[in-house]
């Protein structure tokens, strides 16, 4: 897809999570197991309540905010396909999004 054609910056997409990368601006090191399973657990019984948010990068995606949720789905479920919101964004309005979502 040619993300400059796009009439906004952004765009909500199922979204294949092998496509998506985790973000060089992630501050959080360690997520707990038994959190991770949990919000897998949450997940399945009650859908995915937020997506999370990527940006194209070479042909894939980079996640901007989201971490744990994209890791319960890809380590405890066998969901092959995440809701995404997709933005077009510099590296620094990427960090700020990301460091606002751990923020919360």
Avoid: C
């Avoid at 019984?45 to 990527?54: M, N, Q, R, S, Y």
């Avoid at 990427?94 to 919360?104: G, K, V």
């Amino acid at each position: 897809m040619d993300w400059n054609k796009l009439k906004t910056n952004i765009a909500i997409l199922l979204i294949s999570i092998q496509l998506i990368d985790s973000s060089p601006f992630q501050k959080r090191k360690y997520i707990y197991k038994i959190k991770l399973k949990e919000l897998a657990e949450s997940i399945e019984k009650d859908g995915l309540i937020e997506p999370v948010i990527a940006r194209p990068k070479n042909n894939r995606f980079e996640l901007i905010a989201g971490e744990r949720r994209l890791r319960a789905i890809k380590d405890y479920t066998k969901l092959k396909k995440i809701q995404t919101k997709i933005i077009i964004v510099n590296d620094l309005q990427a960090r700020r999004i990301s460091a606002a979502e751990n923020l919360q």
